[in-house]
């Protein structure tokens, strides 16, 4: 099977995303965790573009020894012997240099007359200097790389007389870029095909793709230049980079793990290793992973609907393509939401050895909607608060009907509380220091109980303004001390369930 080469450009193209900057040290702390990763090539910078860019290349050039350790340049002859000087030290060193092909570059950036007065004339020239590029790469080190700028909206003529050239002066490597993200899969992967067929000497170098995410088709662009002959693709980690980014590393090795059985090749990438190698580029970028990001997003291994969680308990590949440990993703996950369905949320109560009988789940599920409509999601700790709240072991002599406050600027808070008691509405009304004050002594006039509280504490169980609240109570009456516990996102609700259940342990102890 062939094999694709992984080369990442985290480091130099990704780094050019907008608002990101890392230091050398950060840089050579992911150079390791890539080479971890299994890439073949570090494009580890552009070193002629700052002091800190030449270190940072030179540091990892030192350093990481397995992959090849790629520097960045233009066509220039300091930007080479650049490129060459940090290199040095690298175990397998590679030039990347290049130049513009399209009509828009070459009469965009070659306007003065020094280069030609006419198309034809400009194009000779950037012929000649890309083959002394190459040649004075090839100076310093083996292995040269020629980046055909803006391959995918040049003249398909003149790119094959230009890959010969360098590949005649040189390069092993001719990476064919959609610079700007405008190539559709089915043209790129024409030209890369059409390379193959119409460049002479096309056998003595691999071909490369370095496909931009303008239109979101970078990994689509990718993938269509492996199915017609490239065996290296160019990429970043969570695909970050210039404009819209690169294509994402993780996603084009999955798809070609995934799909092997049609793409036919493979790559030596250490898959298990996605999951941190993303977190930890994100968190050194400063930029947040989309949570619906292919392959390594927080939901990319989530269930929330009730007929995918049902699917997904009963046959894990009815929904799942992949294996979450595949990419070192901690595992599977259901969510629970209001669409979880009674499978997914039963499901959960076992997972965390809550032992339940069908009515005591039925009574949980039905207070868990309730709290599913008010929240996003549903977490395990919210959960285990709704159990608690819901289950109790004591008998329940007084249960909340109805309830109402009223605060406002000036005026003393009110409550109105309506509590059942068997057959029995009981119905208070008073004022307070505050709502639950309030509450608590309209509750006490209804049962004509007027227990001391001792302590009252708060506690949000989970984070965010829709947090789940539980509240402890602990009261006295009479010498005997009982601890009332409530869960709600209402904090005056949950409160009012805790003063309740504190007064039903009061008649059951």
């Known amino acids: 099977m062939d094999t694709v080469m992984i080369f990442d450009t985290t480091l130099r193209d990704g780094e050019q995303a907008a608002g990101c900057r890392i ?305 070192g993703f901690p595992k599977s996950r259901v969510v629970l939401t209001a669409r979880t369905g009674r499978h997914g949320v039963f499901h959960r109560f076992a997972e965390l050895g809550m032992q339940l009988s069908d009515d005591e789940k039925e009574q949980v599920y039905a207070r868990f909607l309730q709290v599913a409509d008010q929240k996003q999601e549903v977490s395990d700790d919210d959960l285990i608060a709704l159990i608690n709240d819901e289950i109790s072991l004591q008998p329940r002599e007084y249960h909340l009907a109805a309830f109402k406050v009223a605060c406002e600027t000036g005026r003393q808070p009110s409550a109105q509380v309506q509590v059942s008691h068997g057959d029995a509405f009981l119905t208070a009304e008073a004022l307070g220091d505050g709502p639950v004050d309030a509450a608590y002594k309209a509750i006490a006039q209804a049962v004509e109980i007027h227990p001391a509280i001792l302590r009252y504490e708060i506690q949000a169980v989970t984070e965010g303004t829709d947090a789940l609240g539980r509240v402890m109570v602990q009261m006295d009456h009479n010498g005997r001390r009982v601890l009332g516990r409530g869960a709600s996102t209402d904090i005056i609700e949950a409160s009012i369930k805790a003063y309740l259940d504190g007064l039903n342990r009061l008649e059951n102890n």
């Not at 930007?79 to 397998?92: F, H, M, P, V, Y």
């Not at 992973?289 to 989530?302: C, L």
């Open 23 to 327: 230091g050398a040290g950060e840089k050579l702390r992911i150079a390791h965790q890539l080479a971890g990763l299994g890439v073949n090539i570090i494009e580890a910078g552009f070193p002629c573009s700052s002091p800190e860019d030449f270190e940072a290349v030179r540091l990892i050039a030192r350093e990481v020894r397995t992959p090849v350790i790629c520097a960045l340049s233009r066509a220039v002859a300091t930007d080479i012997e650049a490129c060459g000087k940090a290199l040095t030290q690298a175990a397998r060193p590679r030039i990347h240099t290049g130049i513009g092909v399209s009509d828009i570059h070459i009469m965009g950036k070659f306007k003065p007359e020094k280069y030609g007065h006419t198309l034809a004339e400009k194009r000779e020239t950037t012929i000649t200097m890309a083959v002394t590029a190459v040649q004075k790469a090839r100076q310093y080190v083996d292995e040269v790389e020629f980046y055909a700028e803006d391959a995918g909206r040049a003249d398909p003529a003149f790119l094959f007389l230009m890959l010969e050239a360098v590949i005649a002066a040189g390069a092993g490597v001719v990476n064919i870029p959609d610079t700007t993200g405008y190539a559709v899969p089915p043209r790129y992967g024409q030209l890369i095909r059409s390379i193959g067929e119409h460049v002479p000497n096309i056998n003595q170098a691999l071909i490369s793709v370095h496909c931009h995410d303008d239109l979101g088709l970078a990994v689509a662009n990718s993938l269509a230049g492996i199915e017609n002959g490239a065996r290296q693709i160019e990429c970043t980690i969570n695909g970050i980079g210039e404009r819209a980014g690169n294509a994402a590393l993780e996603e084009v090795v999955m798809a070609l793990n995934t799909r092997r059985d049609h793409y036919g090749v493979s790559t030596e990438i250490n898959t298990r290793e996605f999951y941190r190698t993303s977190r930890m580029v994100a968190e050194a970028m400063g930029m947040t992973i989309p949570a619906n990001k292919a392959v390594i997003g927080d939901n990319a291994f989530s269930h929330s609907s009730g007929i995918h969680v049902d699917g997904f308990l009963k046959e894990r590949q009815t929904y799942e393509i992949m294996h979450p440990e595949d990419v």
